[in-house]
């Protein structure tokens, strides 16, 4: 609902998550909203679930939605594959969030052993599967030699690790923390020791991005958002207390019934709010960077301008301290 | 055509001794003005095995107000005549009319033809979602009649024909001849001045016969309807009929036309008649002569 | 040689026992069968998970999903999500009933457009609707309508195929009657062909009502914070298995509830016909 | 008065004419309305992308689509997702056609049965499957049979209820001839359940291979990396549009195929039924 | 039971003329062997509207290789009776035999006492689905009978009741009476010991009726079996029984056992003589003193 505004005069808009907004991924969103960074900024933000980030990205350049976040991988497939008129205009969380998971007898702690083995994603083509490939290039890996084979998410994915079906398979960080605390067999493995992309990018279409009301909101909900990641930040020292309160009181977060996985999981998130040069900037280096990566396996073609799909004066500027 | 008018029985006499082919081709309606007229009428009906030629050449002419009866071997074309009379079944060729109009026009049915005319079939073919005098009342709701007025007029309907007390039973819990009654009843309930009967009292034993058709005597004199009447009873039809046309077989044609001058109203005794047992022996004669 | 008295109580004599009425005794049986099926499912499942050893991730103890849904069912907005589906399914259903009627029921008697648009229908169907999300999602927003477009699509089919098959088995001889009697179109229809089809429609509308429930959830999946299809996703990312079952078990009843619904709005509409009673 | 001569040529009039078979030009109908139908659809496609201007993202120009039918069906590989596909497809139909039709044949005769197991169906039906994906791999592995028990499942419940409408639908008249000659279960079923619930059979199947082919692929969709439910969910995951809706179009062509089969078998084997005689 | 015996004529003469309630209670098989029993039997109906009391104290002894006609007024049970008679119907009290076996146990009916009837229904009941042929064949198929021994043996019987050139059509494709007809062929065509048949020719003109009455006499004679017949016609159940059982409807009794002495075989001419004359008028003055 682009142009609408509240009673009490907040502009209307729309951000799509490709998740259930309940989980802790979306602790920015959440904490913008509960903590009234949002409202201060003048917005009044209406959260909506896509399956998937095709959708999302399908639904944004339809302009039925102004922002959404996504990968970094699928942004440049999107827009330099497909010459979708798609743009990043900010990013949260500056290091991958997804986790490869495989079972102690049969570890996987390296990208180079991956070769050979089969690894489940949850869902065919998208950015878990490119990830992998560029994981596995990271070691000379050519894709082709790492089977894969989706299995979707479930609780019970595990125990196909456990029963030899697969030898590992991708999760996300919270996942993979909550697997950590109850499975002890699972190990996990780090994409981001390896590779650069798997950032997530606030994306919204080019035509957004250049109509100078809708940039103004954009650059609003950048800002609140810079906000909850500094809350969060802030509030790593008290054990997330004051974020775990102020998301409970309007969300019902299920990661959230379990504490120490939750306090576990946001010190996550925080190391990846933190990790880049900016806030809530996008680095134009580990960009062009991560364009090299996802051009050196194929996945685009060489020799683009990755800033061309950036839109720079969005994102507010300035570094977050741990 | 809710005339009253009282029955003429100046119809000519179409019907002489001789072979079996006189009289065919014009059969005139006995100087009552036509009310159906079906005029070189074939049906042939296609069937995997080829094709079933079940009426050949009929002309027929039947007055407003007279009584014709039907009758013939099993599989003469009886049914199958009389479905082309009341427009459910389109002739091969030929034509059929009704008080003056053409049944047919492209190949469609103009229904409006067939608005005053009610059907017994050879089955009951009453709908097992509807009680006794639902069904009986069901001519009377299409024409938008009030349901009280409808329930009762079916309620009377239904004593005619002796099903008191069943009025509110389903079909499936009557037997095979109180079905069949409840059938005429909802053939008469919109009063039509065209009645067509396939068979319509053989299920019934002879006392129930006797009674509804002195019942259907009594129904046609004072509606004066137009009455075609299939009956595999040459009795029956005697005693009934202004004429009894008489089908022959393969293909259905007709053999004869037999004009019934008996007095009306004729009761029961007239079956002892002279007159009544001649045309009845005659007639039988015809029928065994096909052999 | 035995001379028998038929009295109440004794089991009903299977020869033209559908034109007596059914005994007490079925009646009752689904009260009997029903706990009895249930204890069946729980024992099976309990042996699954604790001697066959399935782990609790996959299939959680049935203590554990009672847990669940106990807290489940505790919560406030459980209701909500059950609600929003509720809406969803009957909604959806509702519009499959009325257009599969209807467009059935023009198909049934007009061969030449059944023909004509029978492809069209069925590419509708197999479609992958997955495919069409971002276009509800502009055409109709983000709320409940996608969903009870979903739920009305799958719906639509059995309903208006049955529907087909109803119209076409109408009795010729009733149609005959009515025919004789001039009836119009809407008469011939109402006071016929909707009689006849009911018991199709009721058969069309049993599968339906379950393809409607099924088209809601994967309408839910697909986009959407609300539901009882959005609770599974929800349950599923958070690894939360029991409760995950417990919503489950709250979709079982919840589409069990809805075609006892159906089958019971059978029983009061045709009771004429045999497929009410024989049973169901 | 006018004298009619109904000859071949002409169309048949409206009385009585499902007895007369159908005429030439009804048989070629479909012929005629199908590639008529597919251009006002692709008309409509085109003015839906180059007027009201939808973003080519989520509905790509016919022609783009083309294209990429072209490529997808010039590579080598898509005929093994075809023949994959259309395997998880009929065997899951099959499955659910022998099953529906015994259960449906052994429900619709005793009723107190149908009564006991009706909830359990019901409630096997809207239970979400993506929950038991786990366990299906785990007892099935990644293959085909997850997939092809997904479309067997979804396959099942109409025609298994459309089976106990049929064997429920049997005239009384018929079943007292067969009782009077004292045939046994499978006499009885052989010879008159079982003509008097084929159209039934036949309605069900057709409402089912089109949920088999749903069935199918949405177990694609959920695991495995075969078949043109895979290829749906790396097209749409790729964001290549125009090779999403080549896809598409596949899968409808498919379902319309073996609607048609279904159909085409049923002229075959129920020649006399009123369904059949009055169009397809 | 194919003993082929010869008609006995020695019935005992259960009929007096005295009152309507006479010879009710028990009516012996006339001195041979008892081929089926009823006794006792009640019939009620439970409707919607309340119980239908359609049959109340039957007691009735039919002897093997009689041949028994069941008249009376529509309605009054006859189709009841018979069903009972043939197991399709579980009577509300009282015991049905058959070859001395009882054919309720437990409330379950017991199959065997049943295989070797042939029954006519009020419908023709053919199966849509099989040609004439095949429907008149499949008790033979039921019985395991070879396709081209059984086709044979279903076209002769086709002949025998003049389905002669239509052995390949669908029932749909016959004229009401030759439906029926094929349904009394499909009755006839496994040799049945007991023959039950409802109004079997109440859809057949006088000719055919005629014919099919010489037939079912000379099939009756030359295979022995014992049969109850319904008709509506009292010529009929004349011409065509050893005795006649007269019901009386609501609830349906047995008014009268009427036996039949007239020499056998019987021909067309037998109706002309007095003693026919007079059980015909006799029957009909009981039927007609009802009301
Ligand atoms: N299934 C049923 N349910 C309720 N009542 C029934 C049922 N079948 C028959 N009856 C009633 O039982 C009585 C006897 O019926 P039955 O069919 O035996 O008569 P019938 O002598 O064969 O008559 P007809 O000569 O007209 O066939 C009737 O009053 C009828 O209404
Ligand atoms: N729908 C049909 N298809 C093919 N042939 C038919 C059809 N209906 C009737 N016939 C044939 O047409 C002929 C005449 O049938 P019709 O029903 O008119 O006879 P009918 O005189 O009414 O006989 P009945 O007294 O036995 O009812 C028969 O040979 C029959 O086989
Ligand atoms: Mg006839
Ligand atoms: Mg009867």
Redesign the interface.
């Known amino acids: 609902g682009a142009g609408d505004t509240t009673d009490d005069g907040r502009q209307r808009m729309t951000f799509l998550n490709i998740l259930p907004l309940e989980s802790l991924s979306y602790s920015a969103e959440l904490i913008a909203d509960t903590k009234g960074f949002f409202a201060a900024r003048g917005l009044d933000v209406t959260f909506e679930t896509t399956q998937g980030s095709a959708p999302a990205i399908q639904t944004v350049l339809a302009g039925s939605a102004e922002i959404t976040r996504i990968g970094d991988i699928e942004t440049m497939i999107a827009a330099g594959k497909r010459g979708a008129p798609l743009v990043a205009v900010g990013e949260a969380i500056h290091r991958g969030t997804l986790r490869m998971v495989s079972a102690r007898d049969d570890a996987i702690t390296e990208a180079g052993q991956f070769r050979g083995k089969l690894v489940g994603t949850p869902s065919e083509g998208g950015t878990s599967s490119i990830t992998l490939d560029l994981v596995a290039g990271s070691a000379g890996v050519p894709p082709a030699e790492v089977r894969r084979q989706v299995v979707g998410l479930a609780p019970g994915v595990f125990d196909l690790l456990t029963t030899g079906r697969i030898d590992a398979y991708i999760v996300s960080l919270d996942t993979s923390v909550q697997l950590q605390r109850t499975r002890p067999e699972a190990v996990v493995y780090d994409p981001n020791s390896a590779i650069s992309a798997g950032a997530q990018v606030y994306a919204t279409s080019r035509a957004t991005a250049q109509d100078p009301a809708e940039q103004d909101k954009l650059r609003r909900y950048m800002a609140a958002i810079d906000d909850a990641v500094r809350f969060i930040a802030a509030d790593q020292a008290t054990g997330f207390q004051a974020t775990m309160a102020s998301i409970s009181s309007k969300y019902q977060v299920p990661a959230l019934g379990d504490p120490e996985t939750a306090r576990e999981a946001l010190r996550g998130y925080v190391a990846s709010y933190t990790g880049g040069e900016t806030s809530v900037g996008i680095s134009p280096q580990r960009w062009e960077r991560t364009y090299q990566e996802i051009a050196g396996i194929g996945q685009l073609p060489p020799g683009l301008d990755p800033a061309q799909w950036l839109v720079a004066g969005i994102a507010p500027t300035g570094t977050v301290t741990r | 055509m809710r005339t009253g008018a009282p029955m003429s029985q100046e119809t000519l006499v179409h019907h002489t001794d001789a072979g079996p082919q006189r009289d065919r081709g014009t059969a005139g309606a006995g100087g009552r003005a036509v009310g159906l007229r079906v005029s070189g009428v074939d049906k042939v009906y296609p069937t995997r095995r080829g094709e079933v030629h079940a009426l050949s050449g009929i002309d027929l002419e039947i007055g407003v107000g007279e009584f014709v009866s039907l009758v013939g071997r099993s599989g003469c074309g009886k049914t199958t005549l009389l479905r082309v009379l009341s427009g459910l079944l389109a002739p091969t060729a030929g034509a059929v009319e009704a008080g003056g109009r053409s049944a047919w026009v492209n190949g469609r049915r103009d229904d409006a033809v067939f608005a005053e005319f009610g059907l017994v079939f050879q089955e009951a073919n009453l709908f097992p979602w509807f009680t006794v005098v639902d069904n009986v009342a069901l001519p009377l709701k299409l024409r938008g009649v009030a349901k009280a007025e409808r329930r009762a007029r079916a309620a009377e309907l239904c004593a005619t024909v002796g099903l008191v007390g069943f009025e509110d039973s389903y079909p499936r819990e009557l037997s095979g001849g109180m079905r069949q009654r409840a059938a005429i009843a909802r053939a008469l309930a919109c009063d039509p001045s065209v009645l067509l009967m396939d068979e319509p009292f053989g299920a019934l034993d002879a006392m129930t016969r006797d009674r509804m058709n002195l019942e259907l005597q009594r129904i046609h004199a004072d509606s004066g309807a137009t009455v075609v009447f299939v009956t595999h009873s040459i009795n029956e039809a005697v005693f009934l009929a202004d004429r009894i046309v008489l089908l022959t077989p393969r293909p259905g044609r007709i053999r004869s036309i037999t004009p019934v001058t008996l007095p009306r109203p004729r009761s029961v005794e007239v079956e002892a008649t002279a007159e009544f047992g001649e045309l009845v022996v005659g007639l039988r004669r015809e029928l065994d002569e096909e052999d | ?6 009295t109440d109580g ?7 026992a ?5 005994s007490p005794w ?1 009646r009752r ?2 009260w009997i ?2 706990p ?2 249930l204890l069946v ?1 729980l024992g099976g499942w309990q042996f699954a998970v604790s001697v066959v050893g ?2 609790e ?3 959680p103890a049935p203590g554990a999903v009672a847990g669940a849904l106990g807290t489940l069912l505790a ?1 406030e ?1 459980i209701w909500g999500h059950v609600g929003i589906t509720l809406f969803e399914v009957l909604a959806g259903f509702g519009i499959a009933l009325v257009v599969g009627v209807a467009v059935g029921a023009v198909l049934g008697r007009i ?2 457009l ?7 229908l ?2 509708l ?4 609707k ?2 069409f ?3 509800f ?2 055409w109709f ?2 709320g409940p309508t996608s969903k009870i477009i979903m739920a009305a699509l ?1 719906a639509f ?2 309903i208006m ?2 529907v ?2 109803g119209v ?7 149609r ?2 009515m ?5 119009g179109r809407w ?1 011939t229809f109402r ?2 062909e909707l ?1 006849t089809t009911l ?2 429609v009721f ?1 069309g509308a ?2 339906a009502i ?2 409607s ?2 088209g809601a ?2 309408g839910e ?5 609300e539901g009882l ?2 609770l ?10 029991p ?3 417990a919503v ?1 078990v709250l ?6 509830l809805l ?2 619904a159906v089958t019971t709005v059978k029983k009061l509409v ?1 009771p ?4 009410v009673r ?3």
């Open positions: 040689m035995t001379t028998i008295e038929h004794a089991p009903a004599p299977t020869a033209d559908g034109g007596e009425g059914e079925m049986l689904p069968s029903g009895v099926m499912l399935v782990s991730f996959i299939l919560s907005d061969a030449w059944q023909r004509a648009v029978q492809p069209a069925v590419a169907q197999v479609v992958p997955v495919a999300v971002p276009i999602v502009i927003g983000f799958l089919f059995p195929l049955n087909m098959l076409r088995s109408v009795d010729r001889g009733h005959d009657v025919r004789g009697l001039g009836a008469a006071n016929m009689p018991p199709y058969t049993e599968v379950v393809f429930v099924i959830i994967v999946y697909l986009g959407g914070s299809g959005f599974v996703v929800s349950s599923l990312n958070a690894l939360d298995a409760r995950l079952f489950i979709l079982a009843v919840l589409g069990s075609y006892v045709i004429w016909h045999d497929s024989t049973g169901v």
